[in-house]
């Protein structure tokens, strides 16, 4: 029994989660619901309704719906349908899963028909797409964030599915389809289904032997997973080698994901270490390699390598604050026009090469400081360095 496919939702009361986006108050809905939606891309963590959200609205908006992977999209497709619908006054909604991958020839095949409102355009990601888009195809769409489905709301989906099923399973059973779900809802039905085809009882020892890790939850309790993610960061970030090692313990006593605990390590390693120490990113990008390719038990002893190796690094937040302060600025309305000389057709461009690897020249219209290095580890070299460099 395909239980993603019988309980997804036809209408916006019947989502769970993503009450931000599907709440009768709602930009989204109040949008929907005048018919004044415009294109839109959706992006947030698999599971969390992207695709449902997308259906809804083609109901909604009584529009045909189209769906497409922008892996394996052809612009052959495209056109074919751009031309079915050229002299009728309806209009298709075209939707494009994992639209980050989209090349560039095929946004601009998009472009007129999204100019002419020819076509409702709606992509989904489980990144930010915005990053990946062209300029021309963010300025004619709306970006809208999903969450990931909480503890309650799975609970609430997961009692639709056994209601729906006629079945009764123990409350382990039931906190584990949960919390080994990592508030993908599609992968708690999937296992709900994959395990009740099996037979009548549904067991906890069948559940794990299905899915003997959570997908990037090892917790049973509400909350606990966070905060001992949380731990951990602290502690590596305090230096506290021993403390660290004891949540690593804790986190993979519970069954967590490894690649979950690299992806943190990765982060920290740019947010807290960043240049004082750049080899803790290259450190923790094989950690990450590492454990996607060995798992448990080996993957233990990879990840207790990585975490002592950062607790003794030298600390620094500058990258992590300097993009921070270049974003809020950009945010804040702070688009500067590029200079001249360092355009792609550019005008007096002064080769660094020729002159010794240095020369002061124009690069910014005004003057903007979101840079500040420490006196801490191999970062003060680079700070000593680029002090020398432009005050020799």
Known sequence: MDYTHLLRPTSFDQIVGQRHLVSTSSPLRVLCE????????????????????????????????????????????????????????SKPLIFIDEVHRLAK???????????NNSVLVIGASTENPFFSLTAAMRSRSMLFELKTINKDDLAELLHRALEYAKLKVDND?????????????????????????????????????????????????????????SALIKSIRGSDENASIYYLARLIAG?????????????????????ANPQALTLTTSTMTSVSKIGYP???????????????????????????????????????????????????????????????????????KFVDLKDIGYEKKMKDWLFSLKNQ
């Open 105 to 115: 020839n095929q946004q601009e095949v998009l472009l007129p028909v999204m100019e």
């Open 173 to 229: 059973v039931f906190n584990y389809l949960i919390n080994s779900s990592g508030g993908d809802a599609r992968a708690m039905l999937k296992l709900l289904e994959f395990a009740s085809s099996l037979g009548e009882k549904i067991t906890l020892k069948t559940l794990k032997d299905l899915r003997p890790t959570a997908l990037n939850d090892g917790s049973s309790e509400a909350g606990t997973h966070y905060d001992l993610a």
């Open 34 to 89: 005048n018919d004044s939606l415009g294109h839109s891309f959706f992006y947030g963590p698999p599971g969390c309704g992207k695709t449902t959200i997308s259906r809804i609205i083609a109901k909604k908006l009584k529009l045909d719906f189209y769906e497409f992977n922008a892996t394996s999209l052809k612009i052959e497709q495209l056109r074919k349908i751009f031309d079915q619908y050229k002299n009728t006054l």
């Open 255 to 275: 069954g967590e994901n490894p690649e979950f605990i690299a992806r943190r390590l990765v982060i920290l390693a740019s947010e807290d270490i960043g240049n």
């Open 298 to 368: 080996e993957a233990r002893i990879i990840l207790a390598q990585a975490v002592i190796y950062l607790c003794a690094s030298p600390k620094s937040n500058s990258a992590y604050m300097a993009i921070n302060k270049a974003l809020q600025a950009i945010n804040d309305g702070e688009i500067l026009d590029i200079p001249q000389n360092i355009k792609q057709q550019n005008q007096n461009y002064l080769y660094p090469h020729d002159f010794g690897g240095y020369v002061k020249q124009n690069y910014l219209e005004k003057n903007l």
